[in-house]
């Protein structure tokens, strides 16, 4: 149970710390894509930067007269960098070449005397000491582009940070079909020592039960009445221990299933119709892969074990969901009055008559068969007890 303890914590803090590594990939992926973006910005805009003082020069060189021309002949030269180019006066659009584009940059220019005309004002500087020339250039889409990277380095953090956190999970599944199979093989060495130790003691009990059952029985018939009555009572008990040894020796035999197709449903029917008090109910035609003597065996104890509890009526339940064929034992007795583990412990009944042994002996049948037994409280009072089967491979 210690172990169950620390596999389970160590599972948890595997997943939160997998958990913690994949949030971290992403926020630093996050962080990264944004830093390139933020970048391809600084880059478009010194380079846009740097152009405009290149055209300031040449203007200034040139002239008004040949404003047109120049605005042309430099977003041809640089075509690979600018999509459009545009010179304006107090807002007014003095001239332009190109259209569109992406990240404008406006810078103020004061181009001297001779474009006086085209300022306005007669001054060389407008409003606010500000000169009255204003050059905007707008970039190409690609330059200084740098998404492709952000989107990739973006999308590589989730998926990375994501196959870590699957990864941790697939790992932290791994752990615990380790820990369940440890467990079950646990359980197993437990159970065959348990077996094997009443086994041993159900066959030296054997002979002096004999003795002990056949005196009585002749005591029984030679005594006066109430000498008679005290030997009734040991041949009973003696056969009450004659039960539990021989529950003792079944449960001691290794199991060993020869699997068929069988049919659930005509099972529970012909128990339904030899057994008082059983009434059969759910799908027709349910088929199984199992041992039919194992089937018919634990269905058999079970409906035992509900009759023990609840006098009225046991329904027999037979379901077919997905690849699982069920068998389905409903009583309305008191219900669970134990632990669902504890309930399939060898030597451990709630029964006055009970041995311990009958729900221990049906789960190694249905583990033998590749299926199992539930126990399960039932709606509106009772319990169910569930057998759950494998279906034939033609029909899963």
Known sequence: MEGARKTRRLLAGLLTIALALAASTIALGVVASRALRERESAVREGVLLRLSQNLEQELRAGGPDRVDAILGDFLRAHSTELESVQLRARSRVVATAGAGGVGAVSVSLALGPSWRFLGGMGGGYGQQGRPPFELVLNARPELGSTRTVATAVAIGSVVAGLCLFVFAALAAASLAQRERVVLAEEERKRLETTALAGAGLAHRIRNPLATIKGTAQLLEEQLGDGARERATRIVDAAGRIELLVDDLLRFARPVEAHPERLDLSAIATSLAART??????????????????????????????????????????????????????????????????????????????????????????MHANGGEVRLSSRPGGGTVATLVLAVPKEES
């Open 276 to 365: 008082s008090g059983v009434k059969m109910k759910g799908d027709e035609g349910v088929f199984a892969f199992a041992d039919r003597e194992h089937v018919e065996s634990a269905v058999e104890e079970l409906v035992s074990n509900a009759r023990s509890f609840d006098a009225g009526v046991i329904e027999l339940d037979v379901q077919r969901r997905g690849d699982r064929a069920l068998v389905e034992i409903k009583d309305r007795g008191p219900g669970l009055q134990i632990g669902t583990p504890e309930a399939f412990q060898p030597y451990v009944t709630t029964r006055s008559d009970g041995t311990g042994l009958g729900l221990p002996t049906i789960a190694a049948l």
